[in-house]
C-alpha cells in the first residue's frame, strides 16, 4: 500500500482489514507514513501484522493498492493496479498501464447495482459524504437560520432547501438537511424515488406529465 500525495487524507488500507489479506496468504507491504493522514500510525499497521518499508519496496510488489493514481514510473511490468483512476476523466493513466503493461483497476468502475460487487464499492460512501457535506457548504451561505425557531419577538419560519436528485449523495442531502431543521423538498427523474425521498423526511416534487427515466434495474 502507497502514500498517498499531499492533502488526500484517505487510506486504501486500514489495520483492520488486514486480518483478511494476511488469512488469504498475502504479505502485506505498507509505506512508510502511508496511514499518518487518517490517523494511523506504522506501529498499528505493524501490531496487525504488516511489513512497514519505503517507497521503493512498495512499488516492487505484485499487487498495489492507493487511493489516488501514483503514476507507472518505479512499478513493475505485470503489476496489478487498484485505485480510484477516473478513466473517463483521466484516459491517460489507462494509455500510461497499457504502455508499462500494467493491469489497472479502477476500483470507481465497479457496478454498484451488482450484488456480487457490492463489497467492493467505492463509490457510494463517497456519495454519502459529498451529500452530507454539500448541505453544510450550502447551510453556511443561507442569509438565515435553517430551523424554525420561536422567541419572544416572534417566530421564524424554517428555510426550505431543494435537492436535484435522490441517489445516494441526494438522499443523504435530504435526511442531512431535515435534521438542520429545513423543509426539504427534492426532484428525481424517476417516480418511484418518491418513496424514498419521503422515507427520509423529503417531500417529492412532481411535475405533471413527467416522463418517468427508470430503467429495469431501477436506476435512471
Known amino acids: 500500500m502507497l502514500k ?6 484517505r487510506v486504501a488500507i486500514v489495520p483492520a482489514s488486514l486480518k ?5 496468504g498475502f504479505e502485506v507491504i505498507v509505506e512508510s507514513g502511508a496511514g499518518t493522514a487518517a490517523n494511523y500510525h506504522d506501529s498499528d499497521y505493524e501490531a496487525a501484522g504488516a511489513t512497514v518499508g519505503t517507497r521503493d519496496e ?3 510488489c505484485d499487487n498495489i493498492i492507493t487511493i489516488r493514481f501514483p503514476g507507472v514510473q518505479g512499478i513493475n511490468e505485470g ?5 480510484v483512476s477516473d478513466p473517463f476523466r483521466n484516459p491517460q493513466y489507462v494509455k500510461d498501464c497499457l504502455a508499462a503493461n500494467i493491469t489497472l483497476l ?12 457490492q463489497s467492493m464499492d467505492v463509490n457510494s460512501s463517497q456519495d454519502n459524504l459529498a451529500g452530507y457535506k454539500a448541505v453544510l457548504l450550502g447551510a453556511a451561505h443561507v442569509p438565515k437560520g435553517i430551523p424554525m425557531m420561536t422567541t419572544s419577538a416572534g417566530t ?5 432547501v431543494v435537492i436535484m436528485g435522490s441517489g445516494v449523495a441526494g438522499l443523504q442531502a435530504i435526511a ?3 435534521r438542520l431543521g429545513a423543509v426539504v423538498y427534492a426532484s428525481d427523474v424517476r417516480k418511484s424515488a418518491a418513496e424514498q425521498i419521503e422515507s427520509v423526511g423529503g417531500r417529492f416534487i ?6 418517468d427515466f427508470e430503467d429495469e434495474a431501477g436506476y435512471a
Do not use: Y
Open 4 to 9: 498517498e500525495p499531499q492533502g488526500e487524507t
Open 20 to 24: 483478511k489479506l494476511l488469512k488469504a
Open 58 to 60: 512498495a512499488l516492487a
Open 79 to 83: 503489476t496489478n493496479l487498484a485505485c
Open 106 to 117: 479502477s476500483m470507481d468502475m465497479i457496478p454498484r447495482r451488482l450484488s456480487r460487487a
Open 156 to 160: 421564524v419560519r424554517p428555510a426550505k
Open 176 to 178: 442531512t438537511a431535515k
Open 206 to 211: 412532481e411535475v405533471d406529465g413527467m416522463d
